[in-house]
């Protein structure tokens, strides 16, 4: 039996491990798992809340502007990990800092690694630097687990042995299916992990369309985060019963831009905009089944969106998640105020088109991904 060291850091790693780790834990098989500390403030609540506390945890000193001192600091930090552990396979999720310096550090003690959502690409320079993050993985890893045939074709056209790519779907379905389950069986009760603001909000507006943004990506930064607040403005005072939920990302200039594109909302329209922390995750998913559709530049929040049919507007100008466009469950806006606010009006004003939105199945996997690469893992 081969022996596993899970590397995760921030936030859509670890919910992208999750139901994996739990899976081979469940199988008996000796998996550890290295915090590399990289989202410290949300890691913590989602690996007690997900049942995998970590077996090293990396404390990163206080937060550098430089790429370059966060990728020497956790390659040396990892590295220190990895020949402790001694581990058969280092298994990275995605395409962070933490996912590169993990498969580095895997390959320099002659590790294999397993690469889990390989093959994912723009071709473009953004998302930076996460776009080069992937491609320098799949030079490193054995086990590429692609989760759509785009991203497998993606990485046979980079040369990569076509029979170490496994299409298996994406374990972020897994994670978002596992906890809409247990909602529905009573085991928690999502509304105890959203702030009581936002639960009193959703209480006052139950019967109203509603909106759910998020917007965190770098390349929107700035004045596109500010640009898609206005158009949040403007569909707020165009459509008097729609209610908007923004779960802000912690990052201060996010934050900044966030409360400078309000600045001026008249009160009417004030009142039904909630501006609220970062989310637990299974508040997060039980609003994701209550919205009527998202604004987000977020993978994650697209891919688990289309597994519970939830329209997508996406604000950014490039995706490396073509399969939810081409497939009619997102629409690709970028961040221009007019554009957001065109095509929220089709979705809020056309039946028709909200309808075809509404994918009967996700293109990025049906909840088996984790079972899947668990039996390669073990048989190949
Ligand atoms: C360039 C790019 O697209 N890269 C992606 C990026 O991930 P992302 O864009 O998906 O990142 P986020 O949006 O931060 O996280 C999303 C998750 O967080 C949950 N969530 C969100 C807000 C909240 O308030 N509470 C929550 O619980 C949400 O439901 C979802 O599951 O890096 C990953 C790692 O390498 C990659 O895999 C992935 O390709």
């Not at 834990?25 to 506390?53: C, D, K």
């Not at 897994?174 to 389950?181: F, I, K, P, S």
């Not at 996010?254 to 609220?276: I, P």
């Amino acid at each position: 039996m081969r022996t596993y060291l899970a590397c995760v850091g921030t936030r859509p790693e670890i919910i992208k491990i999750a139901v994996l780790y739990r899976l081979l834990r469940e199988q008996g098989h000796h998996v550890q798992l290295l915090h590399t500390g990289q989202h410290e403030e949300v890691a913590q609540v989602l690996y007690r809340f997900f049942g995998m506390p970590p077996d090293y945890q990396i404390e990163l000193p206080r937060r550098s502007p430089l790429l370059g001192n966060l990728t020497a600091t956790l390659l040396e930090r990892i590295d220190k990990v990895v020949e402790e552990a001694d581990p058969d396979v280092v298994l990275v999720q995605g395409d962070t800092t933490s996912a590169f310096t993990g498969a580095l550090a895997g390959y320099y003690h002659n590790i294999s690694v397993a690469h889990i959502e390989a093959g994912l690409r723009t071709g473009e320079h953004e998302p930076f630097p996460e776009e080069k993050n992937r491609e320098l993985i799949g030079r490193l890893a054995h086990w590429h687990f692609a989760p759509t045939a785009q991203a497998q074709a993606n990485l046979i056209r980079e040369g990569i042995e076509p029979d170490r790519i496994f299409m298996v779907g994406n374990t972020v379905i897994d994670a978002a299916l596992w906890v809409r389950e247990r909602i529905s069986q009573g085991l928690f009760d999502p509304r105890l992990a959203m702030p009581r603001q936002l639960r009193s909000f959703l209480a006052q507006y139950s019967q109203n369309r509603l909106m759910l943004v998020t917007a965190h990506r770098r390349e929107n930064w700035g004045q596109p985060i500010r640009d898609i607040a206005a158009a949040v403005v403007k569909l707020l005072n165009a459509y008097p019963e729609l209610v908007v939920v923004w779960p802000v990302h912690p990052n201060p200039s996010v934050q900044d831009d966030v409360s400078t594109g309000f600045a001026g909302l008249a009160a009417q329209a004030r009142s039904r905009l909630c501006l609220t922390q970062p989310l637990d995750y299974p508040a997060m998913i039980a609003l994701l089944a209550r919205c009527y559709f998202s604004l987000t530049d977020s993978g994650g929040i697209q891919e688990e969106a289309s597994a519970l049919a939830r329209p997508v507007l996406i604000a950014r100008h490039s995706t490396e998640r073509q399969e939810l466009v081409q497939a009619g469950g997102a629409c690709l806006v970028g961040t221009d105020t007019q554009r957001i606010v065109d095509e929220a009006a089709k979705l809020l004003d056309d039946e028709a088109t909200y309808r075809r939105m509404q994918l009967p199945a996700s293109p990025f996997g049906d909840g088996q991904a984790a079972e899947r690469i668990s039996k390669v893992l073990i048989t190949t």
